[in-house]
């Protein structure tokens, strides 16, 4: 069993940081592990996702000011957001998955509960 927690989500202004934080409960050093967000109205997108070697892959609206990390030892899965824009206004979630394609993850993936990320300009 696998629970995933988020944290580090809040209200800022276009041009600062935030670092989002995903504990997770059980063995997740195996897996695939991603960031998702979903705005009013629209679907969820994969923001970034980390293989369990540190292979990572990024959204390209988000390569070069996101970045996605893990600490396998504290079993956290981090996002560094720099530059942050109105249009990334989300609630973004943690999700682990065997797999590290979108079906994995939608089909058969843990996921957390989310944390609001609100970026005004």
């Known amino acids: 069993q696998v629970r995933l927690v988020e944290s580090g989500g809040g209200s800022v202004q276009a041009g600062d940081s935030l670092r989002l934080s995903c504990a997770a409960s059980?063995?997740?050093?195996?897996?695939?592990m991603a960031w998702f967000r979903q705005a009013p109205g629209k679907e969820r997108e994969g923001v970034a996702s980390i293989d369990s070697a540190g292979t990572t892959s990024h959204l390209d609206s988000v390569k070069g000011r996101f970045t996605i990390s893990r600490d396998a030892a504290k079993k956290t899965l981090y996002l560094q957001m720099n530059s942050l824009k109105p249009e990334d206004t989300a609630m973004y979630y943690c999700?682990?998955?065997?797999?590290?394609?979108?079906?994995?993850?939608?089909?058969?993936?843990?996921w957390g509960r989310g944390t609001q990320v609100t970026v005004s300009s």
């Open positions: 999700a682990a998955s065997r797999g590290c394609s979108i079906i994995d993850f939608l089909q058969s993936g843990w």
């Open positions: 059980g063995n997740t050093n195996n897996y695939c």
